[in-house]
């Protein structure tokens, strides 16, 4: 993070119910393969407004690869995204490491700099707990009842909760006012 630069290294993103409603999934018959799903309301602002502040956007989901094709290219998000990092091509789910340190690398970070990243997602034994082992900034979106909001252990509290993808934006607002604090009191 250099004296010009006000953003967090990355902001990693998962998609079910953070991005996309879960709910209406309508699914390739015989396959695990999602054909089309709607957004949840706030998603597609949220989206724009972060590529439009210059954030890097790094995709972090479990699933088929054509599946995030498929749902996120229907409503022009997909490009949004500076790369993609799906369980299906990195061979493992989260909260395995690997995932994160794939969406490390994708953004061209390694795990020192994990704590310049930020990771939102809705599921508290893979976003939030994979995001916290490695110093991630966390972030737990509370907007779908489908998954558990109560942590089954402390690896699973998040570090931030918001509930729906209108309050992501000032929230990263607020966080960055707080990382250039920091990076400034670390070059002393």
Do not use: Y
């Not at 290294?9 to 699914?27: H, M, N, V, Y």
């Not at 972030?139 to 998954?147: D, G, H």
Request: proline letters at 4%.
């Amino acid at each position: 993070m250099g004296a010009g630069d006000n953003h967090f290294a990355a902001i990693f993103l998962d998609c079910g119910d953070t991005l996309i409603d879960e709910r209406t999934e309508e699914k390739r018959p015989g396959s695990e393969v999602v054909v089309r799903a709607d957004l949840i309301p706030g998603a597609k602002q949220m989206m724009d407004d972060l590529k439009a502040r210059g954030h890097k956007l790094i995709l972090v989901a479990d699933g088929p690869r054509q599946t995030f094709i498929n749902m996120l290219t229907h409503h022009g998000l997909w490009d949004h995204f500076d790369a993609h990092v799906i369980s299906e091509d990195v061979g493992v789910h989260k909260p395995d490491a690997r995932m994160f340190d794939a969406a490390l690398a994708a953004a061209g970070l390694t795990r020192d700099d994990a704590w310049r990243t930020v990771m939102i997602g809705n599921n508290l034994s893979r976003d939030i707990n994979g995001a916290n082992a490695l110093g991630i900034t966390s972030v737990f979106m509370s907007w779908s009842t489908l998954r558990s909001h109560v942590p089954a252990d402390l690896s699973e509290v998040p570090d931030h909760h918001i509930r729906s993808p209108s309050e992501f934006v000032g929230l990263v607002d607020h966080l960055e006012t707080a990382l250039q604090w920091r990076f400034r009191c670390a070059q002393r």
